[in-house]
């Protein structure tokens, strides 16, 4: 029986296995933040363990930073305190770091792949559960636990036992307007937070094949929001084209190599998955969630169901939003394009090209962050930030931002923000706020109209 293109990387990369158990996973590349590294580092140093493999790890700082000012201190004294204990760590580790100001610095999950730190074929870990981004390369990207963090710092291996194999297949042409975004909100939303669970998810079928690097990173990303442990799509021209050329990727013949080793890596024809699922691209349309997870969406064209239970009860009133309603011209004040799952240059060229010429809702305070610096420069460079400078958009730098609000970015209580970001859970950003996931048309027509608005219409 063939293998899948999971089987083919996992198998690569144990180091041993114990008999009906679980095995021994060696790591490629270990990515680390400010917020989950401080207690791992503590645990080696209390231990006097040392680092394993520093030239593995990358760091970044990303969760807590501000995205205005950076050149200044910053005045958060937890945040200030977190990055310090960042910057140290590493520099007794001998670890490389992209600190705040550095060219490279970014959200950990934008500046690798864009470095060519992520490759295919490769194991990575990071202590952030969208590290499954680096998925849409064809490698086995997960995140993992602190006590994990400290387990790949020692080591470079992790004890794990292997998931199951489930595959998507999304198959047909993609309608205009539809947006990466849009595809794995769709997805989440028939198949539920808890479809995934145990389970490691590839996508194929023609809509993948089509889609950027970039659109199956934002896919990738998400994947942990229908509850698996990571995604991956197989890599291919698209990939191999993305990848070569960057700072960190193999250069001349041993890049030449490389691509050799990761065509082999795609799933075999007669391999089986433990689970599959098929869908029709025709079906999908711009999605908007309405509830407080991220399986909890609808098309822009449909009403808020009329299920009746418990949390979705709860989840409603949270929201003040009502069975049988439609989002469509709902007042909005609040909208963040940015989070790792849509803050790189194809996400800000398609607000951008939507925005040109129009104006900003006089009511809406629409925040822009860019993914890292070098996306940061690149809208600077073609010409993006004078479209939304001129449109009354606020682009600011680069971050975790209003994600997840640990800095100062934080949407206030009982205000709606239609978000770019990967989830919409109670407080998710900010005490109180709510949270409406959309891709970065809707965000941006959001922010034009200052309510929600059925983008089709417009586009058609």
């Known amino acids: 029986m063939g293998q899948t293109l999971f089987d083919k990387v996992w198998d690569a990369h144990v180091v041993d296995s114990i008999q009906n158990g679980p095995q021994i996973l060696y790591i490629d590349k270990h990515l680390i933040h400010e917020v989950t590294s401080p207690q791992a580092f503590k645990e080696l140093e209390d231990r006097h363990i040392p680092i394993f493999r520093p030239d593995q790890i990358v760091a970044t700082a990303d969760h807590n930073t501000p995205t205005t000012n950076q050149h200044l201190p910053v005045k958060d004294a937890l945040s200030r305190k977190q990055l310090e204990q960042l910057s140290s760590n590493c520099k007794k580790n001998n670890i490389t770091l992209y600190e705040l100001g550095h060219k490279y610095n970014g959200i950990v999950h934008v500046m690798a792949p864009e470095l ?76 539920g937070t808890n479809a995934g669970t145990g389970y490691f998810c590839e996508y194929a079928g023609d809509v993948f094949k089509n889609m950027s690097m970039e659109g ?76 407080t997870n991220p399986g909890m969406g609808i098309k822009i064209s ?12 709860k989840s409603l009133k949270y929201m003040n939003f009502e069975k049988g309603e439609s989002l469509i011209g709902k007042p909005i004040n609040f909208v963040f394009i940015g989070s790792c799952t849509n803050s790189r240059i194809e996400d800000f060229r398609v607000a951008a090209d939507y925005i040109k010429g129009k104006q900003k809702a006089d009511h809406v305070t629409a925040w ?24 009354g958009f606020e682009l600011r730098q680069p971050g975790c931002s209003a994600c997840l609000a640990m800095n100062d970015d934080k949407i206030p209580q009982g205000e709606y923000c239609v978000s770019t970001s990967n989830r919409n859970f109670e407080g998710r950003q900010g005490q109180g706020s709510r949270t409406i996931l959309a891709s970065p048309l809707m965000a941006a027509a959001t922010a034009v109209e200052g309510r929600i608005v059925d983008i089709t219409k417009q586009l058609n």
């Open 368 to 391: 822009l962050v860019p993914g890292s610096k070098q996306v940061e420069a690149q809208i600077i460079k073609e010409g993006l930030k004078t479209i939304f400078d001129d449109a």
């Open 116 to 191: 060519g730190i992520t490759q295919p074929g490769m194991t990575i870990v990071c202590g952030d559960s969208h590290t499954s981004t680096h998925g849409a390369f064809g490698s086995i990207a997960f995140g993992i636990g602190t006590s994990q963090v400290a387990q790949v710092f020692a080591s470079q291996c992790l004890l794990l036992t292997k998931p199951k194999s489930l595959r998507v297949t999304v198959n047909g042409k993609l309608k205009h307007g539809v947006l990466p975004k849009d595809v794995i909100l769709y997805i989440i939303s028939k198949l």
């Open 216 to 291: 199956r990173m934002t896919v990738c990303n998400m994947s942990i929001e229908m509850g698996a442990r990571g995604g991956m799509i197989a890599p291919d021209q698209t990939t191999f084209d993305y990848v070569e050329g960057r700072a960190f990727a193999p250069k001349g013949a041993d890049f030449d190599q490389k691509v050799a080793y990761w065509k082999t890596l795609a799933t075999d024809t007669d391999a089986q998955f433990d689970k599959e699922y098929y869908f029709d691209a025709e079906d999908i349309e711009p999605m908007v969630t309405y509830g």
């Open 302 to 313: 449909d009403y808020i169901p009329e299920t009746s239970d418990a949390s979705f009860e």
